[in-house]
């Protein structure tokens, strides 16, 4: 077989290894050496500079929702073509199923921070962060917090499992919020990571200078970084703990994010019996996290708690199941679970496995492997294998030890806040789950023990069939977790991209942070319009453009009438004596839902024009009583507008109900899509 060279792709030139310093990638499955990735012809500094001065400014010349069309558009190539990837991850040890988790997880993550792009963030370059704060007495001087793109480069060390999922999560939020990446993926899998960075290049989708990749050693890169750059790490804690204490990156405040190794646990709830819908459930989720990667996956479940009557009934579930699993060739599609990354990855894993005997029993350990379709000993097979802990009070490896394969130890709890405290003498972990009915269980767990977790997972007979798994990390929702985990963030939605954005408070007139923000705030300039806003295209209109529609008087009749038609008879509305009765009412008041509608039917133009609908209004404030006799009249703003396809947008429009005495009643935001 030919050695492949594995290339690094630096200031717009694909970099092959050179002789003298190139390091050996070998098949899991065969044990061969299959390629070779070294890195000592880079030049970091050019690196950084093309990342810079090429990448930087073109994806801060798009806006938000341009960068989230290109992840979609980039998400869609990967997609079409992700069947080469799923050939070149047998090499890795990884199953098809594994592959799914790496490759197609990597792409529905970016879907997804395409779609959330598109759909939370504004068609800007600048991100509003919170609500306008009032500074002054009069409103002349206010406050508003922005997040801009950081003016550097997300450098991004990988670890080994997941070399796919591991670039593409942190590369969507990465160029969602402008900022060019250089990916530093594991050496033991960065052929895969090589691979599927061809791909996004040759698309054409990414402009130049927005990813480039180091397959190798990153030499000096780290001395040469910025305030505006952030290393993104995820590995072992040994790692993080050598590349975050280096000088150079404390001194000049580098961001760096850790996402290190994690002792992941699951508890088994009090509530539950073996003939409940909730055993079978936690066996299943063991199983599968022990087994999938062959449990080389940062949140694979490492301890196991279950109530002393449930230990042995536990056990004898879990050790037939992991029995019954199909261990060989990875391409082979009845093979369950598929070789460790590497020999020397074994070695370690049976290394700590053999320290953690000290304090537990290992379960069937004489049962041996049988490898399906591979040389056992060529490649680096280990059968999974359950520990026994009998008293987790008085034992430290198991509580401190990260044996990345397919190993768990399972140990005995007596009450809930004992489970909690198991499960927080992890140190700090990516995610925490507990199985139970009974809602009560999951809270006690959840409040008892959330400060140690990044995720805590609840499943029962209720979600089980559309929940996602234990060790799912899903970009909508946070993953990263205190302590030992690193002490990171990543994903979670917009926050993810917030990691890549510099956040900063600005200060001044209405005006200033008007014109900053790109959305119009009260007391900003308004523009008086001539024709209707509600003739104007989604184009046409302008923040700030207001319509001030005549004035309504509210009769008693009217709030009876609305009264009797809606059956809102509220006191407050219908009995005098009653409503003088509530301290902030003078007597009966108009119907706030009234105030409403006679506001839409103050500032709406009925003909079919470019307002296509209402979708909602929010920010809804009544500030004032209004009595039949006072008036009302509304000031109608256009605020905020949002492109949402090629042919309409929203606008948000501020709605300020005044009286007659021109002190507000009530302010609304109004949402409507306007057609281009
Ligand atoms: P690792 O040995 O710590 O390596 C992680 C990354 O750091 C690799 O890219 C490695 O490159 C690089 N690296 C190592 N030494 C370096 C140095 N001196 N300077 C610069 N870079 C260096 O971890 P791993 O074995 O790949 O991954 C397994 C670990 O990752 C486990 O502990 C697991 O729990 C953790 N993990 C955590 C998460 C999470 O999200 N929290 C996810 C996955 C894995 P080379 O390969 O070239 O040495």
């Given at each position: 077989m030919s050695v492949h060279d594995v290339a690094s792709f630096a200031a717009g030139k694909w970099v092959h290894p050179t002789n003298d310093a190139a390091r050996s990638i070998e098949s899991a499955v065969t044990g061969e050496v299959i390629a070779r990735a070294g890195s000592n012809a880079l030049d970091y500094q050019a690196m950084l500079d093309y990342a810079k001065m090429v990448g930087g400014p073109a994806l801060r010349d798009m806006t938000f929702h341009d960068r989230a069309r290109m992840l979609k558009a980039v998400a869609t190539h990967l997609n079409n073509n992700r069947s080469a990837l799923y050939e070149l991850a047998y090499t890795t040890g990884a199953t098809l199923s594994d592959s799914k988790i790496d490759i197609d997880g990597g792409i529905g993550t970016m879907f997804v921070y395409a779609s959330k792009g598109r759909r939370e963030l504004p068609d800007s370059t600048t991100y509003l962060d919170g609500d306008l704060e009032q500074l002054s007495r009069n409103g002349t001087f206010v406050g508003q917090h922005i997040c801009t793109?950081?003016?550097?480069?997300?450098?991004?060390?990988?670890?080994?499992?997941?070399?796919?999922?591991?670039?593409l999560e942190k590369l969507a939020p990465t160029l969602l919020a402008g900022v060019p990446s250089i990916v530093k993926p594991a050496t033991a899998t960065c052929h895969m990571t090589e691979a599927c960075v061809r791909l996004m290049l040759d698309s054409g989708l990414l402009p130049e200078g927005a990813l480039q990749l180091i397959t190798g050693g990153i030499g000096d890169l780290l001395e040469r970084l910025t305030a505006q750059d952030v290393v993104n790490f995820t590995g072992s804690a040994q790692t993080a703990l050598l590349l975050k204490s280096n000088q150079h990156l404390l001194k000049h405040a580098v961001s760096f994010i850790a996402e290190q190794d994690s002792l992941n646990s699951s508890v088994l709830g009090p509530d539950v019996s073996i003939d409940t819908p909730e055993f079978k459930l936690f066996i299943d989720e063991v199983v599968?996290?022990?087994?999938?990667?062959?449990?080389?996956k940062c949140t694979a479940i490492r301890r196991i708690m279950a109530p002393e009557h449930l230990v042995q009934p536990a056990i004898d579930a879990i050790e037939a199941r992991l029995d019954a699993i199909r261990i060989g060739d990875p391409a082979d599609k009845d093979t369950q679970m598929g070789p460790l990354v590497s020999q020397s990855q074994r070695d370690d894993v049976m290394t700590i496995a053999a320290q953690l005997e000290d304090e537990s029993r290992a379960i069937g350990a004489n049962n041996g492997l049988t490898v399906h379709g591979a040389d056992s000993t060529a490649g680096a097979?280990?059968?999974?294998?359950?520990?026994h802990c009998a008293d987790?009070?008085?034992?430290?490896?198991?509580?401190?030890l990260e044996a990345f394969g397919p190993i768990s130890t399972i140990m005995p709890y007596r009450d809930l806040d004992h489970a909690c405290n198991l499960l927080n003498r992890g140190g700090g972990s990516l995610v925490a789950s507990v199985i139970t009915h009974d809602p009560q269980v999951a809270r006690q767990v959840a409040v008892g023990s959330a400060a140690w977790h990044g995720r805590i997972y609840v499943n029962d007979r209720v979600s089980m069939n559309e929940s996602t798994v234990h060790g799912s990390p899903l970009p909508h929702m946070l993953h990263g977790g205190p302590g030992r985990a690193g002490g990171g963030e990543e994903l979670g939605g917009i926050r993810g991209v917030m990691h890549y954005m510099q956040r900063t408070a600005v200060q001044g007139s209405p005006d200033m942070i008007s014109a900053i923000g790109e959305t119009w705030v009260p007391n900003s300039a308004q523009t008086s319009v001539e024709a209707h806003p509600f003739t104007k295209t989604f184009h046409e209109l302008k923040l700030g453009e207001t319509l001030v529609t005549d004035s309504r008087e509210i009769s008693i009749e009217d709030i009876e009438t609305f009264a009797h038609f809606t059956g809102d008879t509220f006191y407050a509305h219908m009995d005098?004596?009653?409503?003088?009765?509530?301290?902030?009412?003078p007597g009966r008041v108009a119907h706030g839902y009234l105030l409403l509608s006679f506001a839409a039917g103050l500032f709406v133009q009925p003909d079919p024009g470019p307002v296509l609908a209402n979708t909602g209004l929010s920010d809804l404030n009544f500030q004032k009583p209004v009595s039949a006799g006072d008036s009302i009249r509304v000031h109608l703003t256009v605020k905020r507008k949002t492109p949402r396809n090629e042919d309409y947008g929203e606008v948000r429009w501020n709605?300020?109900?005044?009286?007659?005495?021109?002190?507000?009643?009530a302010t609304l935001i109004l949402h409507t899509i306007n057609a281009f």
């Open positions: 793109p950081k003016l550097g480069v997300g450098v991004q060390i990988n670890a080994f499992n997941f070399p796919v999922w591991g670039m599968r996290e022990m087994t999938t990667k062959a449990g080389q097979f280990l059968a999974p294998m359950i520990y987790p009070d008085n034992a430290q490896h198991i509580h401190q005098e004596e009653a409503a003088k009765a509530i301290p902030f009412f709605v300020e109900l005044t009286n007659q005495d021109n002190e507000t009643v």
